[in-house]
């Protein structure tokens, strides 16, 4: 009995490992490649495995996708979101940045671009996609509600640093290894200058 429960977590343990390694695949080829050239045969020859394997782990490539999707929403966005509710504009606004900054989260900028682009080959990944405004909308949030929420000018705000600070994303994106665009920090600096003026109304 001892042995039979042994084996049957070493298997469990065995299979996650493998759907690990799938996501990472998947978001790497996501981040070199883009969305477009993401295929099963290129997952799988990063992750070193057959398309029999991954197959039986996911059953289809935009259901791995959207777990991978989910899994870096979890790293990068989750994991060390502020929960105070009393947070400053400012320090929600460095927050935000050092998480959409990163170079894993042009794996999300692709996914969202294919889903607008081609609606229906990425219908398995929308759930995944629509967590995006519970971890951006301050209506989904509670911390950012209570900050955000009951002052016009504070949400007006936010939303303007939100599509700022996308755009510096998406510019990065574009940019050669992910470099930083030249008048990133002008822009982070000015939008800090208007978020501590908010703050001390």
């Not at 490539?61 to 999707?69: D, G, K, M, R, Y």
């Not at 504070?154 to 998406?170: I, K, Q, W």
């Given at each position: ?5 042994a ?51 996911f059953?289809?490539?935009?259901a ?16 060390s ?39 229906e080959s ?36 936010y939303?303007l640093a ?8 998406l ?19 000015q939008?800090?200058?208007y ?7």
């Amino acid at each position: 009995m001892a042995a039979t429960s042994a084996r049957a977590r070493t298997q469990s343990d065995r299979s996650s490992e493998m759907q690990q390694k799938l996501i990472a695949a998947t978001i790497q080829s996501l981040i070199d490649k883009g969305y477009a050239r993401t295929t099963a045969v290129e997952v799988c020859a990063r992750a070193g495995v057959t398309r029999g394997a991954l197959f039986h782990h996911f059953e289809s490539l935009p259901a791995l996708i959207a777990v991978a999707l989910s899994d870096t929403y979890d790293r990068l966005l989750l994991g060390s979101r502020p929960s105070e509710a009393d947070i400053t504009i400012e320090q929600w606004i460095t927050w935000a940045w050092s998480r959409v900054s990163q170079r894993q989260f042009k794996a999300v900028i692709e996914i969202w671009l294919a889903s607008r682009n081609d609606p229906e080959s990425t219908a398995d990944i929308q759930p995944a996609i629509e967590r995006y405004k519970e971890i951006f909308t301050p209506s989904e949030s509670n911390p950012l509600y209570k900050r955000f929420g009951s002052d016009k000018k504070a949400g007006a705000f936010y939303r303007l640093a939100v599509e700022t600070m996308l755009g510096l994303a998406l510019g990065r994106a574009a940019n050669p290894n992910g470099a930083a665009l030249d008048h990133e920090q002008i822009v982070l600096d000015q939008l800090c200058a208007y978020a501590r003026e908010i703050d001390t109304q």
